[in-house]
């Protein structure tokens, strides 16, 4: 099977180094937060807002980059894609003024936002059906390498160059970055795309390359499949029938992010040295952290349609829950050397990765019946990166003023009330047909409003 379609896995791996930079551009941020902060002497909200400032670009990005996708295409738009990461990661690393910094920033959020929507969108047109879920899998798989490699490259620049590699650790981002640009050039467009715009011979050649097989049948299944989209009811989100999967999407992301997991990833080296440890040792535990992430992330991907979603995420509020509270106390009673903290954290990291980090964005792709669904995503996508810009603007300030025994407490009592939200309104989804599910949430599957 691979090795028929290999021209599509590799197509498919290329779109999926978006989500590498995406992973490496959200966790580099932790390298050098502190050390732009002493720069520019900022006040901890606007180190927060320094720190978040890229977030902002996220949210925009994945918000928008659908229709300059659909425009223009899938290959272009990730050509600019892999542009704007490179250029910014050079421009970030050498900025010398905060609003500078603020900006390019900003413009290489937009890259990471537009990357997470025109990544697995590309990836899913291009695949087999019999392969499709497992390269668009390797998207995100990709953003948690991507984090782990942000984590390696901060510890070695850190070690081996000292404090003012700073800047090294937010250029370096654009040796990937080019390469992933480079290679772009390589792709076809997506036939699905070509359909669409009635470029019907190019889509034939694109599905010749792939080796798709009966491609006069694949050309007139993409066109009935679009003739169908284009006829298919389009119906208000913001119903009553609707108010049980919005709430379980919105309440879903918001705990995802007041878990506290993206304070961690973004300031992990700072969390380590409140510990009273040296700054390098403090940069090999974050790495530490990256490497929790990875091997549990891949763990909860092979256990979730088995053990269900339900039952991951039960379990891994159980752990979070009590790996806050002990990093908390740990705090409290100044537990200095950091190692306790650092197993905690680590604790608390392989919990969220097998349950949270793996089911949210496959639960939240359930709950809403085809005719509403993308709407329904972008609802739980900007209700996640909300949260995510909140808790990551004012962790600083948490810290700060509260000090780290309150903040990891806040984040574990999150986490209690996330367990009971689970286990007592959350539904099961698991070996369910999508109109089982919505049965089960009494959607009537009939649509019932026309929006204007």
């Given at each position: 099977m691979f090795a028929t379609h290999r021209k599509a896995i590799g197509y498919a791996l290329i779109a999926a180094l978006g989500g590498f930079l995406f992973g490496f551009d959200t966790a580099v941020i932790s390298g050098v937060e502190k050390t732009i902060q002493q720069l520019w002497q900022l006040s901890d909200?606007?180190?927060?807002?320094?720190?978040?400032?890229?977030?902002?670009?996220?949210?925009?990005?994945?918000?928008?980059?659908?229709?300059?996708a659909e425009r223009f295409g899938r290959k272009k738009m990730l050509q600019v894609i892999g542009f704007l990461y490179a250029f910014t990661?050079?421009?970030?690393?050498?900025?010398?003024?905060?609003?500078?910094?603020?900006?390019?920033?900003?413009?290489?959020?937009?890259?990471?936002?537009?990357?997470?929507?025109?990544?697995?969108?590309?990836?899913?047109?291009?695949?087999?059906a019999r392969l499709r879920?497992?390269?668009?899998?390797?998207?995100?798989?990709?953003?948690v390498v991507g984090?782990?490699?942000?984590?390696?490259?901060?510890?070695?620049?850190?070690?081996?160059?000292?404090?003012?590699?700073?800047?090294?650790?937010?250029?370096?981002?654009a040796v990937p970055?080019?390469?992933?640009?480079?290679?772009?050039?390589?792709?076809?467009?997506?036939?699905?795309?070509?359909?669409?715009?009635?470029?019907?011979?190019?889509?034939?050649?694109?599905?010749?390359?792939?080796?798709?097989?009966?491609?006069?049948?694949?050309?007139?299944?993409?066109?009935?499949?679009?003739?169908?989209?284009?006829?298919?009811?389009?119906?208000?989100?913001?119903?009553?029938?609707?108010?049980?999967?919005?709430?379980?999407?919105?309440?879903?992301?918001m705990f995802n992010q007041l878990s506290g997991i993206n304070a961690i990833l973004y300031y992990a080296p700072r969390i380590f040295e409140m510990t009273g440890i040296r700054a390098d040792v403090?940069?090999?535990?974050?790495?530490?952290?990256?490497?929790?992430?990875?091997?549990?992330?891949?763990?909860a991907m092979s256990l979730i349609d088995r053990f269900g979603r339900k039952t991951l995420l039960i379990i891994g509020?159980?752990?979070?829950?009590?790996?806050?509270?002990?990093?908390?106390?740990?705090?409290?009673?100044?537990v200095h050397g950091g190692f306790a903290v650092m197993g905690y954290l680590i604790g608390f990291i392989a919990f969220f990765a097998f349950s949270q980090g793996a089911v949210i964005w496959v639960f939240i792709s359930e709950i809403f019946p085809n005719r509403v669904r993308s709407k329904g995503q972008a609802i739980g996508s900007t209700t996640h990166w909300t949260m995510d810009i909140l808790i990551s603007w004012l962790f600083p300030w948490m810290a700060a003023t509260l000090g780290g025994g309150t903040s990891f407490l806040i984040f574990s009592g999150m986490m209690v009330l996330q367990l009971i939200f689970v286990w007592q309104f959350l539904p099961e989804t698991k070996g369910k047909s999508l109109e089982e599910i919505q049965a089960a949430l009494h959607i009537d599957v009939a649509p019932s409003a026309v929006s204007a």
């Open positions: 909200l606007w180190h927060g807002f320094t720190v978040s400032a890229a977030l902002f670009g996220t949210a925009f990005g994945a918000l928008f980059a659908g229709r300059p990661s050079i421009a970030t690393a050498l900025s010398h003024h905060w609003i500078d910094f603020i900006v390019f920033r900003f413009l290489g959020g937009l890259a990471v936002g537009a990357s997470s929507v025109v990544g697995p969108m590309y990836i899913s047109e291009i695949s087999p879920g497992r390269l668009v899998g390797f998207f995100q798989l990709n953003v984090i782990l490699v942000a984590f390696l490259s901060n510890y070695f620049l850190m070690k081996y160059l000292g404090p003012g590699s700073w800047r090294w650790m937010l250029g370096v981002q970055a080019l390469i992933f640009f480079a290679l772009v050039f390589a792709i076809p467009e997506s036939p699905r795309w070509l359909v669409g715009h009635d470029r019907l011979q190019q889509a034939r050649k694109v599905l010749l390359l792939l080796q798709t097989e009966q491609v006069d049948e694949a050309l007139a299944q993409i066109k009935n499949s679009l003739q169908h989209q284009e006829n298919l009811v389009k119906e208000k989100l913001w119903q009553k029938k609707y108010a049980r999967p919005i709430a379980f999407a919105m309440l879903l992301a403090a940069f090999l535990q974050a790495m530490c952290v990256g490497i929790t992430n990875l091997i549990f992330t891949l763990i509020s159980i752990g979070m829950i009590v790996f806050l509270a002990l990093t908390s106390v740990a705090f409290f009673h100044q």
